[in-house]
């Protein structure tokens, strides 16, 4: 999977998620190398484990992971021959007990989670082994209970000790040397028991000297008397360290026999923390168990983005079926990019084997790649501008395409002239959809709705949006465009009516569709005759150049030929560009369609503004431009059977629904 999904999808923030409820490093370990499967079989065993997992999570509400400490780097010096310290025998024990403990758990619930259950079977406990660590090593150091030996030892140097004491006290409590003493306690200097004398007095201690002050003034005397009992002590303290060391080596000897197993057995308990890690946060965010569907399609009812918390409108949406392409449109801040997120992160935590949060008959297929293009691709470093970043981005997805991929866009086509953009969005899904891969893409170009509504394999889709709070309700409505509400909401949050209204005017002249030009949907992508055709209709339609001054407006051109249904009119009373929809008739009128509306006009007061031969390619279906989406497709249904209640009127050449 691609790297910048994983960013941009936020993948790694779930993984930390999901780490929390790992009590182990080992466990954390394997969430931090979870990628998505691309194997279905993979993803759906995955999956099961989830819920099983989860299964006895809830049967039980505790699952005994005990000793899952960081042993790997005492197995490791294990296996190079070293003699392991007390506390990584402990650490060893622990776990041996955890693998025990875990065992006798899991065989409770065989048929309940028989997955799960089953791993336990490859563990081997080595009860007795545990045992012998328990009872040799306590408290961080070798037991008196280790063997008769040590025991012995340590009551010896516990004797000598005590003897030790009491001559030194003797020394600190007598009268006699009493005036020769700087301190009266007693100090350990070099393994040697001192007493602090003057140096003027020193005469007067039988002993040798360890050491002074740093000024001189202060002697540290091993009395004679002592001399002979703290040498018997470090023969002692020898015979313990090496009785110690015998029982140290036998244990980590008894540990390296085993070693492959108990290796074995660390990666078992591994992945039960990582499984039961799943079903935790799986249960912590009420997500359910998705199905796996055998096609490459989503099927999400009431998803939930996992990192909005409960409180989100949920999503229902669904692709693959009837058609492989989505264009969702809506206003800004409308929830498009939180829904183009919320899929592809399902899409990546299924192949993960996570549940969704999500309602019942939640399903998606397996994707060998899933990518993305969503927020600001501008690079300084690379100088890179937003629009040649989300290019070069799209064009690392087009050279991926195919089968069993899911590629979502976020303002496709975003970034430069608004009819090369659209022409360029246009072409890349139609090129996604041909190649058989699942897309959904957001926009604001009403060329791209137009462009999906007559597209084979493509659907429209726009985002809820409460038009009085200006909130998103990130409700998906799949079938119908969205309006993007600009003047709408500029007007809502307060911009003076004068400039939205020089905005509505200037935005009443007709635009020209990217539905109508084959040669950017079906050529090559950027290819000098893609350009050369847009430029050619910027030229024809008087477009002012980038940094131009606005030209006045000329004066309406005089036909060279009788009008036809198509040309773009100059209408002077209303002082308003239209497409004509119906020819002059005996009254003298003309239809106009204007703003989405059809207006009657004496045909005197039009004149043509833009032919029809510069606006459309050969051949192109005028019934785009004219006829409502709705009158489209009962047209198209007509054409195909009778529909009970609806009449069809021939006129003018053009069959027209009614």
Request: proline residues 5%; aromatic residues 6%; charged residues 25%.
């Amino acid at each position: 999977m691609n790297e910048n999904t994983f960013i941009t999808l936020e993948f790694d923030k779930i993984k930390e998620l999901v780490k929390e409820f790992a009590v182990s490093g080992l466990g954390r370990t394997l969430i931090d190398e979870l990628v998505p499967a691309t194997d279905r079989r993979i993803v759906m065993e995955s999956i099961r484990e989830t819920t099983e997992a989860r299964a006895i999570l809830d049967a039980s509400g505790h699952v005994p992971l005990h000793g899952l400490s960081d042993v790997s780097s005492h197995l490791e010096r294990i296996s190079k021959g070293a003699i392991l310290e007390p506390q990584a025998l402990t650490d060893l024990g622990d776990l041996l007990r955890g693998c025990r403990k875990i065992v006798q758990f899991m065989d409770r619930f065989s048929d309940l989670a028989p997955v799960v259950a089953r791993y336990a079977g490859a563990i081997v406990p080595y009860a007795d082994l545990e045992e012998q660590i328990e009872t040799c090593i306590e408290n961080g150091r070798v037991s008196n209970a280790a063997s008769n030996r040590l025991a012995k030892i340590r009551v010896q140097i516990e004797t000598v000790k005590g003897r030790i004491k009491d001559k030194m006290n003797s020394y600190i409590n007598s009268e006699k040397y009493r005036s020769c003493l700087q301190e009266t306690f007693v100090s350990l200097k070099d393994d040697r028991y001192c007493i602090a004398v003057k140096t003027s007095h020193r005469h007067l201690i039988d002993g040798a000297v360890v050491t002074s002050s740093g000024s001189g003034s202060t002697l540290f005397v091993e009395p004679a008397a002592v001399r002979a009992l703290t040498d018997q002590l470090k023969v002692l303290y020898a015979q313990e360290e090496a009785e110690e060391y015998q029982i140290l080596s036998m244990l980590t000897g008894e540990l390296a026999v085993r070693l492959q197993s108990i290796r074995l057995n660390v990666e078992i308990m591994a992945a039960y923390d990582f499984a039961f890690a799943k079903a935790k946060y799986a249960r912590s965010i009420s997500a359910i168990e998705p199905v796996i569907l055998d096609y490459r399609g989503i099927q999400i009812h009431a998803g939930r983005h996992p990192l909005l918390g409960k409180d989100v409108i949920p999503l229902d949406f669904y692709i693959g079926r009837d058609y492989r392409t989505l264009l969702i449109t809506g206003p800004n801040t409308g929830g498009k990019t939180v829904a183009l997120k919320t899929i592809g992160l399902f899409a990546l935590m299924a192949q993960s084997g996570l549940h969704l949060p999500a309602g019942p008959g939640t399903a998606l297929g397996v994707f060998r790649q899933i990518l993305v293009d969503i927020g600001d691709q501008q690079s300084i470093e690379q100088s890179l501008s937003t629009f040649s970043g989300h290019l070069k981005n799209v064009i690392s997805i087009l050279n991926q395409r195919g089968p069993g991929t899911l590629a979502l866009f976020d303002e496709i086509g975003t970034g430069t002239d608004p009819a090369e953009g659209a022409a360029l969005g246009a072409a890349i899904l139609d090129d996604l959809c041909i190649a058989g891969g699942i897309t959904v893409a957001t926009t604001h170009y009403g060329d791209l709705k137009r462009f999906a509504e007559t597209r084979s394999g493509f659907r429209n889709g726009c985002m809820a949006f409460d038009p009085e709070t200006l909130k998103p309700l990130y409700s998906l409505i799949i079938g119908q465009a969205g309006q993007s509400n600009g003047f709408w909401i500029a007007k809502r949050l307060g911009m003076g009516q004068d400039t939205l209204d020089k905005a509505i005017k200037l935005v009443a002249v007709p635009s020209q569709p990217v539905d109508c030009a084959p040669e950017c949907l079906e050529g090559s992508l950027g290819t000098s005759a893609g350009i050369e055709m847009v430029e050619s209709k910027a030229k024809a339609a008087d477009l002012p150049k980038p940094g131009d001054s606005p030209k006045p407006a000329d004066p309406p051109a005089k036909p060279a030929r009788p009008l036809r249904v198509g040309d773009s009119v100059y209408i002077g009373s209303l002082k308003e560009h239209g497409i004509l929809c119906e020819t002059v008739d005996s009254r003298g009128e003309v239809v106009v369609l204007v703003k989405d509306k059809r207006i009657k006009v004496n045909h005197k007061r039009i004149s043509l503004h833009i032919p029809y031969e510069e606006l459309y390619p050969e051949n192109y279906d005028l019934d785009i431009v004219l006829l409502s989406k709705d009158d489209r497709r009962l047209q198209k249904a007509m054409s195909k059977r009778h529909v009970e209640g609806k009449a069809r009127i021939i006129k003018g050449g053009e069959d027209l629904p009614r």
